[in-house]
């Protein structure tokens, strides 16, 4: 459980360095307030979210190998790129259950 700390903005200042360290190392929430704020603002340590980036690189790639020659045209369109980007909106959207 995180402890909680209340500090003035000119205090907050003054020790930045240190609550920082605190907030970092010592899981501290610090809740900084200041004359004509209507909130506290609020220093506290997040914890970081792995991220699924190979698992969404993976799926982009066979998204993009399933949608391969999925615009079947004769002749030069103009307007083919914007075709295609359509066409691939929707597929990843149908994909992916977004609607």
Avoid: C, W
Wanted: aromatic share 8%; net charge positive; glycine share 4%.
């Amino acid at each position: 459980m995180s402890q909680t700390l209340r500090i003035n903005a000119t205090n907050a200042r003054k020790n930045l360095f240190k609550l920082l360290d605190q907030v970092a190392l010592n899981n501290l929430s610090v809740y900084i307030y200041k004359e004509g704020l209507e909130n506290d603002l609020v220093l506290q340590n997040i914890p970081k979210v792995k991220s699924n980036k190979q698992s969404n690189l993976n799926n982009n790639k066979a998204l993009v190998k399933k949608t391969y020659g999925a615009i079947k045209t004769k002749g030069y369109k103009p307007n083919e790129f914007e075709l295609a980007k359509k066409h691939l909106v929707k597929r990843y959207k149908n994909n992916n259950g977004i609607k």
